[in-house]
């Protein structure tokens, strides 16, 4: 299995600010994505992350608020832009790893945004 | 830490006693399939998986059932611990991993002592 790290842990951030929230992988990776879970609710998938292009959003969820950067094979930057209340939420940052199929997560971002 | 999983199905079960939890999947073209285990304050930790040309899987205390004609995914738990406390996550995907997953609902499962 990999190790995911994400930084920061957790945030409480004022509306109308932005945040960025890294993710770094310990092994070789294939995919990586970064979903939302809003508090008592399931996974939603916001993106994929490409390496070197831009990353292939989901329904709902756009580049200009959820920036997202994957310079190199093992890290990812995913930006809550302009942020509103309504963003509070966790952000995870998950990955496939090179020859494997299972797809493992980060600890998790706790975003408050007040 | 955060919990997550306030407002979800919640399956109580007796220490020692096994633990079945349902999923019912959305999409008839997957053809892989994970439970998850997210504890209150972490990311979901990977239990075990099974793919659609199998229907059981087993690995130490649990064991994954597929059902493919009516959709239907289950997890059991054998002789469930207070660490097993937790919310559960089926989730699916096609292309066997080469694309994101799916999440289910989720399942709070509340082990009582």
């Known amino acids: 299995s990999a190790v995911i790290s994400q930084k920061p842990s957790r945030d409480i951030c004022q509306r109308g600010t932005s945040l960025t929230i890294q993710c770094q992988v310990d092994?070789?990776?294939?995919?990586m994505f970064w979903y939302r879970q809003q508090p008592g609710q399931s996974l939603t998938l916001i993106a994929t992350?490409?390496?070197?292009?831009?990353?292939?959003?989901e329904s709902g969820f756009v580049i200009d608020k959820f920036p997202i950067s994957r310079p190199n094979l093992t890290f990812s930057t995913l930006t809550v832009s302009n942020m509103s209340p309504e963003d509070s939420s966790i952000y995870l940052c998950?990955?496939?790893?090179?020859?494997?199929?299972?797809?493992?997560f980060g600890p998790g971002t706790r975003l408050t945004v007040t | 830490g955060e919990s997550v999983g306030l407002h979800l199905p919640t399956l109580s079960v007796q220490e020692g006693d096994n633990s079945i939890i349902n999923c019912a999947y959305s999409?008839?073209?997957?053809?892989?399939f994970i439970w998850y285990k997210q504890e209150s304050g972490k990311g979901p930790q990977f239990i075990i998986d099974?793919?659609?040309?199998?229907d059981k899987r087993q690995g130490q205390r649990v064991t994954v059932l597929l059902n493919k004609t009516v959709k239907h995914l289950s997890l059991q738990i054998a002789a469930t611990q207070p660490g097993d406390s937790a919310v559960y996550f089926c989730?699916?995907?096609?292309?066997?991993?080469?694309?994101?997953?799916?999440f289910g609902k989720g399942t709070r499962l509340s082990v009582i002592a």
């Open positions: 989730a699916e995907n096609i292309n066997s991993g080469n694309t994101p997953l799916v």
């Open positions: 099974i793919r659609s040309n199998m």
């Open positions: 998950s990955a496939i790893l090179a020859g494997a199929a299972e797809q493992y």
């Open positions: 992350a490409n390496q070197g292009s831009e990353a292939t959003y």
């Open positions: 092994s070789q990776v294939t995919m």
């Open positions: 999409n008839s073209a997957s053809d892989y």
